[in-house]
């Protein structure tokens, strides 16, 4: 038996070696650095899209002035281009499906006389909310509207009717994609997501890259340990994962105003759990594939279901059950609720142990196949 | 007796698929000895070296290597031999005292500072301690690959062909290291095509097609061949060497400066084929065999054995 057990020096000689060998590789060091930034301008660019001009459709249901005032309103919201005009409400629908228009305005019967009875009509705004981010500010701009659009026709006699509450309800109607995603959900799940691709990429190629270039041999003949062999490749990747985190946080929170409910420190502190997790999936990956090629599929392979069913791209409760069963073992799904909890919703500690231990089971497990899988030899 | 040797090794096999890379091969090496491992091309020489040294499980066979067993105290053994690999296999992107840095901290060294620094001194090129390993000659890759294998003063080296690309001047110097440190007690196994080295170890192994053919000292070696050679001088020699190799009796005619060596492993046969040409033209000669004539002439036998 062969009893020697975790020796700190050959651990440590990994990791140095490692520091060293990621500071020359200038290369891949940049992209670290330039893929958040790349990426968050890309996002943020789509983010910024204020889209205006969005085709309507008007269902007038009613004829008095005040509806027209409404319209008139909303025309000059700049969001909104009445395109057409259509006479029933499956015609809207239809529209709507179509893709022909993203809303459809109705303006129901009745609606000047219930307004100046006082009782309050609903105006129903149907939206394409495939996606959120185009019908976002247009529906921001709608409420607003609302409440000023008639202040000018409610003068006088008809003054009471423009009180807090304003004088019609509106009801929006966000079809396709109920649970609307505003940026504030996107700029920190962009944090996962790059943390995701970057991270398992980067280890992915660590032990298979020794192995092309023949210095495996070399590190194979030495007495050495896989865990320190595997644990001393992930360290230095974890302060790269750190500079992207600070990187994100800094955009997010100048150039985005994404607000910072919770504390950052307690993100940080947490996403050490997340960074592991996936340069353990990476460095697992890099034991497993026979050459880089195969590691930078794997590591693709893995990128694509987290992005997509980790809540995302996709509303995660909107997904179906299987999906949802593979996104819950994935340590980005975990980490966006963590992320999102902390920034926007304030979460402490305690909600985030709920979503912590399961990113740290993950790489738990991972790691320890990544350990077995490690061939101690080069047959 | 064991204690005596530094390796100890007996049936090893190594299979790659259908091809029997290593076929039972014994090999013993006494503690302080200098053992010349030869071979042509792709008979064997780095597997057999990876298998003592764990990084090739060995499909059969075993044995003791400086106390341990090879197969099931690999860890032990890495801890005490120092294997130079044929191909440069250090961190081209790390310069020359990180490698070093880091193959001293793989081994624990206490004195790491010191270790580097003084092997960078042996090697001379403290100027270039910075320089990056990939920037390096040939030669000096290999320089730096045997300083860096010998860093943690192992008891053995599992050198591969590591004098190949060396100048003349440093492998001089080389070899007059590794006679200093046999003559402390380190024992080497180093794999070669240079004859002038071959002759320079104590013992020899000639492995061929995965067997041992031979193994002992130079002149024993020689002698178990029984070999004959002549040497002859004169007009035309290539002619006479065409002639010469069509007779079964003469193994090989290789030209050597202004003469021609003639060998044959059957003394009579080889007498008879020279016999047509020992005219007043020609000037012949007995010769000693050299390693290199046995060497070829086991290599050519073997070759004849495999595909008759
Ligand atoms: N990993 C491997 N997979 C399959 N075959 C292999 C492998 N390694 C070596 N071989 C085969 O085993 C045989 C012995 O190869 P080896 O490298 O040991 O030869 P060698 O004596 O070192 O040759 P050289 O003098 O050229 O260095 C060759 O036929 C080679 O093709
Ligand atoms: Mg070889």
């Given at each position: 038996?062969?009893?020697?057990?975790?020796?700190?020096?050959?651990?440590?000689?990994?990791?140095?070696?490692?520091?060293?060998?990621?500071?020359?590789?200038?290369?891949?060091?940049?992209?670290?650095?330039?893929?958040?930034?790349?990426?968050?301008?890309?996002?943020?660019?789509?983010?910024?899209?204020?889209?205006?001009?969005?085709?309507?459709?008007?269902?007038?249901?009613?004829?008095?002035?005040?509806?027209?005032?409404?319209?008139?309103?909303?025309?000059?919201?700049?969001?909104?281009?009445?395109?057409?005009?259509?006479?029933?409400?499956?015609?809207?629908?239809?529209?709507?499906?179509?893709?022909?228009?993203?809303?459809?305005?109705?303006?129901?019967?009745?609606?000047?006389?219930?307004?100046?009875?006082?009782?309050?009509?609903?105006?129903?705004?149907?939206?394409?909310?495939?996606?959120?981010?185009?019908?976002?500010?247009?529906?921001?701009?709608?409420?607003?509207?609302?409440?000023?659009?008639?202040?000018?026709?409610?003068?006088?006699?008809?003054?009471?009717?423009?009180?807090?509450?304003?004088?019609?309800?509106?009801?929006?109607?966000?079809?396709?994609?109920?649970?609307?995603?505003?940026?504030?959900?996107?700029?920190?799940?962009?944090?996962?997501?790059?943390?995701?691709?970057?991270?398992?990429?980067?280890?992915?190629?660590?032990?298979?890259?020794?192995?092309?270039?023949?210095?495996?041999?070399?590190?194979?003949?030495?007495?050495?340990?896989?865990?320190?062999?595997?644990?001393?490749?992930?360290?230095?990747?974890?302060?790269?994962?750190?500079?992207?985190?600070?990187?994100?946080?800094?955009?997010?929170?100048f150039l985005f105003h994404v607000p910072m409910v919770g504390s950052p420190i307690l993100l940080f502190a947490v996403a050490l759990v997340f960074i592991i997790a996936n340069l353990s999936m990476g460095i697992t990956f890099s034991t497993v594939a026979k050459n880089q090629l195969q590691a930078m599929q794997?590591?693709?392979?893995?990128?694509?279901?987290?992005?997509?069913?980790?809540g995302f791209m996709f509303p995660f409760r909107g997904m179906p059950r299987w999906a949802q069963a593979i996104g819950e073992i994935l340590p980005l799904t975990h980490f966006l609720r963590i992320v999102r909890g902390i920034l926007l919703k304030g979460n402490g500690a305690e909600e985030v142990v709920l979503?912590?231990?399961?990113?740290?089971?993950?790489?738990?497990?991972?790691?320890?196949?990544?350990?077995?899988?490690?061939?101690?030899?080069?047959? | 007796?064991?204690?005596?040797?530094?390796?100890?090794?007996?049936?090893?096999?190594?299979?790659?698929?259908?091809?029997?890379?290593?076929?039972?091969?014994?090999?013993?090496?006494?503690?302080?000895?200098?053992?010349?491992?030869?071979?042509?091309?792709?008979?064997?020489?780095?597997?057999?070296?990876?298998?003592?040294?764990?990084?090739?499980?060995?499909?059969?066979?075993?044995?003791?290597?400086?106390?341990?067993?090879?197969?099931?105290?690999?860890?032990?053994?890495?801890?005490?031999?120092?294997?130079?690999?044929?191909?440069?296999?250090?961190?081209?992107?790390?310069?020359?005292?990180?490698?070093?840095?880091?193959?001293?901290?793989?081994?624990?060294?206490?004195?790491?500072?010191?270790?580097?620094?003084?092997?960078?001194?042996?090697?001379?090129?403290?100027?270039?301690?910075?320089?990056?390993?990939?920037?390096?000659?040939?030669?000096?890759?290999?320089?730096?690959?045997?300083?860096?294998?010998?860093?943690?003063?192992?008891?053995?080296?599992?050198?591969?062909?590591?004098?190949?690309?060396?100048?003349?001047?440093?492998?001089?110097?080389?070899?007059?290291?590794?006679?200093?440190?046999?003559?402390?007690?380190?024992?080497?196994?180093?794999?070669?095509?240079?004859?002038?080295?071959?002759?320079?170890?104590?013992?020899?192994?000639?492995?061929?097609?995965?067997?041992?053919?031979?193994?002992?000292?130079?002149?024993?070696?020689?002698?178990?061949?029984?070999?004959?050679?002549?040497?002859?001088?004169?007009?035309?020699?290539?002619?006479?060497?065409?002639?010469?190799?069509?007779?079964?009796?003469?193994?090989?005619?290789?030209?050597?400066?202004?003469?021609?060596?003639?060998?044959?492993?059957?003394?009579?046969?080889?007498?008879?084929?020279?016999?047509?040409?020992?005219?007043?033209?020609?000037?012949?000669?007995?010769?000693?065999?050299?390693?290199?004539?046995?060497?070829?002439?086991?290599?050519?036998?073997?070759?004849?054995?495999?595909?008759?």
């Open positions: 038996m062969s009893g020697y057990g975790f020796s700190p020096s050959r651990f440590c000689a990994m990791v140095v070696k490692e520091f060293i060998q990621m500071r020359r590789d200038r290369l891949t060091f940049g992209m670290m650095i330039g893929i958040p930034i790349v990426q968050l301008i890309l996002f943020g660019f789509a983010i910024n899209a204020d889209p205006r001009h969005l085709p309507a459709a008007v269902l007038l249901a009613d004829r008095g002035a005040q509806g027209r005032t409404l319209l008139y309103a909303v025309r000059n919201s700049s969001y909104f281009d009445f395109v057409r005009e259509v006479k029933t409400e499956a015609e809207g629908q239809d529209a709507l499906a179509r893709g022909e228009v993203q809303f459809v305005v109705n303006i129901p019967e009745n609606f000047t006389r219930d307004l100046l009875r006082g009782d309050r009509p609903a105006v129903l705004i149907e939206a394409d909310a495939t996606d959120p981010s185009a019908t976002g500010n247009a529906l921001g701009a709608l409420r607003t509207l609302f409440s000023t659009a008639l202040q000018n026709d409610l003068k006088g006699p008809l003054s009471f009717l423009a009180d807090a509450e304003g004088p019609v309800e509106l009801r929006i109607h966000a079809r396709y994609n109920p649970e609307g995603i505003t940026y504030y959900n996107i700029v920190p799940g962009l944090m996962g997501v790059i943390l995701t691709m970057t991270m398992v990429i980067i280890t992915g190629l660590a032990i298979t890259r020794e192995r092309e270039r023949g210095t495996m041999e070399n590190l194979l003949s030495m007495p050495t340990r896989p865990v320190e062999v595997l644990i001393g490749k992930i360290i230095p990747y974890i302060l790269v994962g750190y500079i992207q985190i600070g990187l994100v946080l800094a955009v997010a929170y794997m590591a693709f392979f893995f990128f694509l279901p987290s992005i997509m069913l980790s979503q912590l231990w399961q990113i740290a089971l993950f790489a738990a497990v991972v790691l320890t196949i990544g350990v077995k899988r490690y061939r101690r030899t080069l047959d | 007796m064991t204690a005596d040797l530094a390796i100890d090794v007996r049936g090893m096999t190594k299979r790659f698929g259908d091809l029997t890379a290593i076929d039972h091969v014994d090999l013993q090496v006494r503690t302080g000895e200098i053992c010349g491992f030869l071979g042509p091309n792709g008979s064997g020489k780095t597997t057999f070296i990876r298998m003592l040294c764990g990084l090739l499980r060995a499909d059969a066979g075993g044995g003791i290597c400086l106390g341990h067993d090879v197969i099931k105290e690999s860890d032990a053994v890495k801890r005490q031999v120092g294997y130079m690999t044929q191909r440069f296999s250090f961190y081209e992107d790390l310069s020359i005292a990180e490698n070093l840095d880091f193959v001293a901290r793989m081994y624990s060294l206490k004195d790491r500072r010191s270790a580097v620094r003084e092997s960078l001194v042996r090697l001379g090129l403290e100027q270039r301690r910075d320089q990056l390993a990939g920037q390096l000659s040939g030669g000096w890759k290999q320089r730096l690959a045997l300083a860096a294998c010998m860093i943690h003063r192992p008891r053995l080296l599992l050198l591969d062909e590591p004098t190949a690309g060396v100048d003349p001047k440093a492998r001089r110097e080389f070899w007059e290291e590794i006679h200093v440190l046999a003559g402390q007690g380190l024992t080497f196994l180093i794999a070669t095509h240079y004859m002038d080295e071959a002759e320079r170890c104590h013992r020899l192994a000639f492995i061929s097609g995965g067997s041992l053919l031979t193994h002992g000292t130079t002149a024993e070696v020689i002698d178990q061949a029984h070999l004959t050679t002549w040497s002859v001088s004169g007009p035309d020699l290539l002619t006479l060497a065409g002639r010469l190799r069509a007779h079964p009796g003469v193994g090989q005619a290789v030209a050597f400066g202004s003469a021609l060596h003639v060998s044959g492993d059957d003394a009579a046969s080889l007498e008879e084929a020279i016999a047509p040409f020992r005219t007043g033209q020609y000037e012949w000669k007995r010769i000693d065999s050299g390693l290199e004539d046995v060497f070829i002439q086991m290599m050519e036998k073997a070759r004849r054995d495999v595909s008759p």
